[in-house]
């Protein structure tokens, strides 16, 4: 393959989406850095060991970090991610372009909304956590930045239901393709899970302003985790589209089922967003009885994960036999290993076994009371958002900037390295935390390193505080092996003409929608988008009616 110079091309000339696709993935990452920079300074402090004193003149505590490390790991990299992927994906899948005005506007609005809540984040005004729960109350720019941020992601709503039906009308009779049905559910479900938030930040904007003195403290959490939950799925399912319409491929197989796998996505339409109650367990004011109906529904939601467990596994086995593999794992050892992005997922997935049953757990209700605000919940999530997301992220980064930009990937060996001591880490980490807070009940979000009494509480542990080191020191290399990797594959000067042309692996599937009735009954996406409104009302409708009309304002606090 030649590798040439191209200095004067504008490779983006004829695919401006590209360019579009790669800032949004790029802030995503940047994002992703400056966060996840805290992340090894929160094992060592569960580790007992406290560095923060060395960061004082720039950063003021811990929960300034935290706060950070929160926002921009779980809301802003997610949701640059999602905005890239879930556009990108369609357009490519229909040959269209999306209305690239708004595409501009979507990456602008989030930039600007990322600035303006970064300067209250930067400055200490707002270290309240990424959850940002009443009466702890921040400067108005944090509530006003992140709620321009997220705004940014009902432009790409739009972009693909215009997309979508724009392929209809020239299409008609015709079963969406399977990125562009994943791409139009996630989206959907997404605006639908986001109104929690929405309303949620109106009162917090006017509050901050000081237009009203007070705010419900368990009114806005249940708003919050109204959208709480779903934003979980809001975050992974990029990364299951991305594992159901291309790992197939890369891994050198077929996907089994498209039916099936429009399934899944139907179903996080419907349950994503009836089920927040089981954040609010140990929350008064809501009636055990409302809070047994969301952990009905928790566990419904949980069978598209299982559904996927089984056809991804599935995909990977036909691959690895078409690769040589025998006998009942061989197919395993034959997988495409060295390939950085496969590397990715198939360990992203690993992890997510063991996140999958911690949820399974937190969300029993009663079992939730042995494990919630410990650290056992970040282990959890770490699994989950932590390593499949985020390593499905890394992952796909490995042929995604080389397709949108044309440079070859650089230090592949790096790339596989460091995924390997990503999964490596966070697999210590969680192990550790997991048990800390089952067994010793350490509380989450806690400086307990800069505290003697609670190094003292909490002794016992010490054996597991140890992981918690070492657990930061890989992750720490592991981080340092990808950013470099990604940027200085981005910032090369070569291009290789050729991959500039490369396609999107697509998978081919063996199982096809035509002639299914289940594709068919999947297709009526508009009927099941008022199913889900109806069991969202269901679910949450009685429960806010009582709680609007019981209001009860406290005033903010700034306890930091
Ligand atoms: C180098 C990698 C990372 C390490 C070592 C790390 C470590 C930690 C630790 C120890 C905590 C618990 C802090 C506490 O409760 O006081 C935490 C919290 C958290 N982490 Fe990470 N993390 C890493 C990467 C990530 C990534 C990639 C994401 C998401 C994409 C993420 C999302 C979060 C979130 C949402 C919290 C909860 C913050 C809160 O409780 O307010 N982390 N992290
Ligand atoms: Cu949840």
């Not at 905005?83 to 899948?93: C, D, F, R, S």
Request: aromatic letters at 16%; charged letters at 10%; proline letters at 6%.
């Amino acid at each position: 393959m030649a590798v040439k110079t191209f200095p004067k091309i504008d490779v983006y000339a004829g695919a401006p989406e590209k360019k579009y696709t790669l800032f949004m993935l790029m802030l995503g990452f940047i994002a992703l850095m400056v966060g996840t920079l805290f992340g090894p300074l929160q094992a060592f402090n569960y580790g007992g060991l406290d560095l923060y004193p060395f960061l004082k003149p720039v950063f003021q505590s811990y929960y300034q970090g935290l706060t950070i490390h929160g926002v921009l790991n779980a809301i802003i990299f997610t949701q640059l991610f999602g905005q890239a992927i879930m556009v990108y994906l369609p357009a490519k899948e229909l040959g269209l372009r999306p209305n690239m005005t708004l595409a501009w506007v979507s990456f602008w609005m989030a930039l600007i909304g990322l600035l303006i809540a970064a300067l209250p984040l930067l400055g200490n005004a707002a270290s309240v956590l990424y959850t940002f729960y009443p009466p702890l109350k921040a400067h108005w720019a944090f509530y006003v930045g992140a709620a321009l941020f997220v705004l940014s992601s009902y432009v790409s709503i739009y972009l693909v239901l215009e997309m979508w039906s724009r392929w209809k009308r020239a299409n008609p009779g015709k079963i969406t393709p399977l990125a562009t049905y994943m791409s139009v559910t996630f989206w959907l479900m997404w605006f639908l899970a986001s109104l929690g938030l929405v309303v949620e930040a109106l009162f917090l904007i006017a509050w901050s302003l000081g237009l009203v003195a007070g705010v419900d403290p368990l009114l806005m959490r249940t708003l919050f985790w109204y959208t709480g939950h779903p934003i979980v799925y809001f975050w992974l399912l990029p990364a299951y589209t991305l594992a159901y319409v291309t790992l197939p491929k890369l891994a050198g197989g077929k996907l089994v089922s498209d039916p099936l796998s429009r399934l899944v996505f139907l179903l996080f339409l419907l349950f994503s967003v009836p089920v927040g109650f089981h954040h609010q367990f140990a929350d008064p004011g809501i009636a055990p009885y409302w809070k047994m109906i969301h952990t009905i529904l928790t566990m419904m939601v949980a069978v598209p994960s299982l559904i996927t467990a089984f056809t991804i596994a599935a995909s990977l086995e036909v691959a690895g036999r078409a690769n040589g593999g025998k006998g009942l794992l061989g197919w395993i050892g034959a997988l495409p290993w060295n390939n950085p992005t496969v590397l990715a997922f198939l360990l992203g997935f690993l992890a997510f076994i063991p996140g999958g049953a911690g949820g399974i757990v937190n969300a029993s209700f009663n079992l939730n009371q042995n494990i919630h605000n410990t650290v056992w919940i970040p282990g959890h999530f770490h699994l989950q958002v932590g390593t499949l997301v985020t390593m499905a992220a890394m992952g796909t980064a490995f042929w995604l900037i080389p397709h949108l930009t044309g440079k070859p990937l650089v230090a592949r060996g790096m790339a596989l390295a460091s995924q390997w001591l990503w999964f490596l880490g966070m697999f210590i980490m969680t192990f550790s935390l997991h048990w800390m807070g089952f067994l010793y009940a350490v509380p989450r979000r806690s400086h307990i390193a800069g505290s003697p009494i609670a190094m003292e509480a909490y002794r016992e542990s010490s054996a597991w505080m140890v992981l918690n080191i070492v657990s930061g020191v890989i992750l720490l290399i592991a981080a340092i092996l990808f950013f470099y990797v990604i940027y200085a594959t981005a910032l090369q000067s070569r291009r290789d003409p050729e991959r500039v042309m490369s396609e999107v692996p697509f998978s081919e599937v063996i199982s096809k929608p035509e002639g299914s009735s289940l594709a068919l009954m999947t297709e009526r996406v508009w009927f099941w988008f008022g199913i889900a409104v109806v069991l969202v009302v269901l679910a949450y409708g009685p429960v806010l009616f009582q709680m609007f009309t019981n209001m009860n304002p406290v005033p903010g606090q700034r306890l930091w």
